[in-house]
């Protein structure tokens, strides 16, 4: 099955369909565009002339190839013949079934069906069409033109060949596709829960603001901090789909809805569109607070451990001692300790000890609980020490943890490959890692180990290590 010269019918003349419709358009195909709306073809037609001479002005595209590009695409007042049909309806199970079987009414056996959904099973709207093999889901990211990401989901029906054939069709329009099993959430909506969810537990639990908690994750790499991020997203949006999430999985544990975002969206507090979520807008996020630190005099410090860590701390600190076969990693000195977390609270050790997060970037903030002198240390790394209460796994490593269990899972139960889940949450979600990436750096036995404290400490479902982990740690 080839659709590389297919032309194309895409509904839904919104903010996704006018991006597909202008991608396939600059990749050579005749596309149909149509709205039920009254005039909202021709009205985002005009739009994407707007945006293809914007285009044009900053010299990223010719005049030729723009006008060209604009030509292709055709406003109609009815559904239409097409090889691939790409929907970008709205996201309700019973409309997505009437239009399918609207199209199959109309469209050619051999035509394939492309649904953008982002979190209805493929497995479900195929029920009731007459060649479920054709369905397949074509979910892209916004916007669309600039978005590399295509996951391409299979639902129980789809045929092989129809999903291999959208595979193939994205990377000719210069994506980068992945293949996904219809599960909730697909790849990134699922694999991403973690990073709004141990947040929203962190600040259940009081360990640290808001801004801390932002500030820590940006330095770790990621471009916006979770609450700064959710503040963007809408409260209101970003709780429904944990819901719906949630509700998907039967109610396990790991997806469990926040009380804290419930009363933002209770209180109206959503975010940059109501001019308050966790915080007020436009100001955003306040600045931290420079810190003041004086480390501790020390006859004799010492460092701990091995691998690339302990060689920066050796490297910042010349003049101290090397501790190799340490089973931890970090600075000591006169009976106090320095310690990268595993899991455990800094109140679990002597005093005058410091538990510090993982630090993935070489300068920023950086969390830390216990004892506040050893942690001025870390300034000498160029880390920023911010204090939180005394938590298994601070915030960047429980995060990271987390998402690295889900990722495992996902690969687990067959949603996607290693390959597939780093790709994806790199381009789908910006993050500053894979995974799966994260998990050879960190070390599969160091995940499970800190997954594990964290459910002793929380005794429940949330924290349970993926078989698929445990086995990389054998």
Do not use: N
């Given at each position: 099955m080839n659709l590389n010269d297919s032309r194309i019918l895409v509904v839904g003349a919104g903010l996704m369909g006018a991006g597909i419709a202008q991608v396939a358009a600059q990749a050579g195909h005749d596309v149909a565009l149509f709205d039920a709306r009254a005039g909202a073809a021709e009205a985002a037609k005009a739009k994407l002339a707007q945006t293809l001479d914007g285009l044009v002005a900053k010299g990223r595209l010719d005049r030729e190839a723009a006008s060209a590009a604009l030509a292709r695409i055709r406003p109609v007042e009815a559904l239409a013949p097409a090889g691939l049909v790409i929907e970008a309806i709205v996201e309700n199970l019973e409309v997505k079934r009437a239009l399918f079987a609207e199209l199959e009414a109309l469209l050619p056996d051999e035509a394939v069906i492309a649904t953008n959904t982002?979190?209805?099973s493929v497995t479900a709207l195929a029920r009731g069409m007459k060649k479920p093999g054709r369905?397949?889901?074509?979910h892209f990211f916004n916007p669309v033109p600039l978005m590399k990401l295509v996951e391409v989901v299979s639902g129980l029906g789809t045929a092989p060949e129809a999903a291999q054939a959208v595979f193939e069709l994205a990377a000719r329009w210069g994506k980068t596709p992945v293949h996904a099993r219809s599960t909730p959430g697909f790849i990134v909506n699922r694999i991403a829960r973690p990073y709004y969810a141990e947040t929203l537990m962190?600040?259940?639990?009081?360990?640290?603001?808001?801004?801390?908690?932002?500030a820590?994750?940006?330095?770790?790499?990621?471009?916006?901090g979770p609450c700064e991020l959710m503040d963007l997203i809408g409260h209101d949006t970003n709780f429904a789909v944990t819901n719906s999430v949630f509700a998907a999985n039967f109610f396990d544990r790991r997806f469990t809805p926040s009380l804290v975002q419930q009363e933002l969206v209770d209180a109206g507090f959503l975010g940059r569109k109501s001019g308050r979520g966790f915080y007020r807008y436009p100001e955003g996020?306040?600045?931290?607070?420079?810190?003041?630190?004086?480390?501790?005099?020390a006859a004799r410090l010492v460092v701990h451990g091995r691998g690339a860590l302990a060689e920066r701390f050796a490297g910042a600190v010349p003049e101290a001692a090397r501790e190799l076969d340490s089973d931890w990693t970090g600075l000591s000195a006169d009976g106090r300790q320095l310690r990268l977390t595993d899991g455990r609270r800094a109140a679990e050790f002597a005093p005058g000890t410091a538990v510090f997060d993982l630090p993935l970037a070489p300068a920023g903030d950086i969390a830390y609980a216990g004892d506040a002198g050893p942690a001025t240390w870390l300034t000498r790394l160029g880390l920023t020490p911010?204090?939180?209460?005394?938590?298994?796994?601070?915030?960047?490593a429980r995060t990271i943890a987390m998402l690295v269990n889900e990722a495992a899972d996902?690969?687990?139960?067959g949603v996607c490959d290693e390959a597939g889940a780093d790709a994806a949450m790199k381009l789908g979600v910006n993050y500053p890692a894979g995974p799966f990436e994260?998990?050879?750096?960190?070390?599969?036995?160091?995940?499970?180990?800190?997954?594990?404290?964290?459910?002793?400490?929380?005794?429940?479902?949330?924290y349970r290590v993926s078989p698929y982990l445990l086995n990389r740690t054998t």
């Open positions: 982002s979190s209805i369905l397949v889901g074509m962190l600040l259940q639990d009081r360990a640290a603001t808001p801004e801390v908690i932002d820590c994750l940006r330095a770790a790499g990621f471009r916006m996020a306040p600045a931290l607070p420079a810190v003041q630190v004086q480390a501790p005099r911010r204090a939180m209460a005394d938590l298994p796994g601070l915030v960047v996902a690969v687990q139960q994260w998990l050879t750096l960190w070390g599969a036995g160091a995940v499970a180990a800190l997954l594990d404290r964290l459910d002793h400490h929380y005794r429940g479902e949330r």
